[in-house]
């Protein structure tokens, strides 16, 4: 596995989440993203992480009618959701748009640390760094569309 992980260029030891290096899931819908937040969920509870996730409290309890379900930013964390604040979240997961960790005040983007250097022109005015470690999941179009309906 660890010679696998390698020639794919991934690193071969996984750190655990920090504020300066969160882990983020980015929720598509209707892409079985609602049983990836519950395991989430759980191996946060579990290892002690501050996490948000909407419709999750800090215990890691589900509660559909808490007004965070409806979060599709950071703006609804506070400490009665995570158990702490924006700055001390290690895991965030949601219905959230690419970059939301620029939110989070303690994040800080790696510079050079890709194994292939990106190019950069003049005119980008996007800075050349890495977002933190993200995982999105993806669903034919034709079945998620499907999927609205049934």
Request: aromatic share 10%.
């Amino acid at each position: 596995a660890l010679a696998r992980a390698a020639g794919e260029n991934l690193p071969a030891i996984q750190h655990r989440p920090t504020p300066r290096r969160p882990f983020v899931f980015l929720h598509v819908e209707k892409t079985a993203g609602s049983t990836l937040r519950r395991t989430i969920v759980d191996a946060a509870t579990r290892l002690g992480l501050p996490f948000f996730v909407p419709c999750y409290d800090a215990s890691g309890t589900y509660r559909e009618d808490d007004r965070s379900c409806y979060a599709f930013d950071l703006a609804n964390v506070s400490k009665r959701r995570t158990g702490g604040d924006l700055a001390e979240l290690t895991v965030v997961a949601g219905h959230f748009s690419w970059g939301v960790w620029d939110a989070l005040p303690t994040f800080v983007p790696s510079r050079g640390s890709r194994t292939t250097p990106t190019t950069k022109s003049d005119d980008d005015d996007e800075p050349d760094v890495d977002p933190p470690p993200c995982l999105a999941t993806l669903r034919h179009p034709v079945d998620r569309a499907i999927s609205l309906f049934y």
